[in-house]
T-cell receptor, first 114, second 116 residues
């Protein structure tokens, strides 16, 4: 079975500081991995995804993530936080294939302090 | 890019009534749609997978007679919460698979359901 674990339900950074949101996955098959952002009372917006191509994935809004098979990790980073980055972030895994469903982590709420 | 329209964005209903939520793919044909439920400050829990022209596949613990899913066309899936009760109050989000994109999932904007 596939699953993702997000370490840290709340992360607070200062504006301009590095953002690091952690995600570890468990999958019996090569996974597809995703990071989504959710603003209050809204749906999810895709930041980036890994689909077995380049291990370093660049996404929107300056975010990127690196797939590390040896560490079963897919951590999300951004060099310099903006106030507008404050939101809930979800890591998700899809086994691909016939099921095609996304399994979400518990989410990390990012707060950006001025 | 792919767009999924979800309506209504919020609804308040009386206990015992039914509520229908629509999810439409606007610029692509979605053979598969997913329905999620999200409690406050929690993650998204998959409720069911909706396949066009066939019965939905429900996740364990989800009452199929309470949460009716219909996927009658390639661009529309509906979720009907029947005989709603206050404990059904939640944020419901749909997602559609874009078959033209490798593992492309597009999410609707969500529906806030409050049962009073």
């Amino acid at each position: 079975a596939q699953s993702v674990t997000q370490l840290g339900s709340h992360v607070s950074v200062s504006e301009g500081a590095l953002v690091l949101l952690r995600c570890n996955y468990s999958s019996s098959v090569p996974p597809y991995l995703f990071w989504y952002v959710q603003y209050p009372n809204q749906g999810l917006q895709l930041l980036l995804k890994y689909t077995s191509a380049a291990t370093l994935v660049k996404g929107i809004n300056g975010f990127e993530a690196e797939f590390k098979k040896s560490e079963t990790s897919f951590h999300l980073t951004k060099p310099s936080a903006h106030m507008s980055d404050a939101a809930e972030y979800f890591c998700a895994v899809s086994p691909g294939g016939a099921t095609n469903k996304l399994i979400f982590g518990t989410g990390t709420l990012l707060a950006v302090q001025p | 890019g792919a767009v999924v329209s979800q309506h209504p964005s919020w609804v308040i209903c009386k206990s015992g009534t039914s509520v229908k939520i629509e999810c439409r793919s606007l610029d692509f044909q979605a053979t598969t749609m997913f329905w999620y439920r999200q409690f406050p400050k929690q993650s998204l829990m998959l409720m069911a997978t909706s396949n066009e022209g066939s019965k939905a596949t429900y996740e364990q613990g989800v009452e199929k007679d309470k949460f009716l899913i219909n996927h009658a066309s390639l661009t529309l899936s509906t979720l009907t919460v029947t005989s709603a009760h206050p404990e059904d109050s939640s944020f419901y989000i749909c997602s559609a698979r874009d078959p033209g994109v490798i593992d492309g999932y597009t999410f609707g904007s969500g529906t806030r359901l409050t049962v009073v």
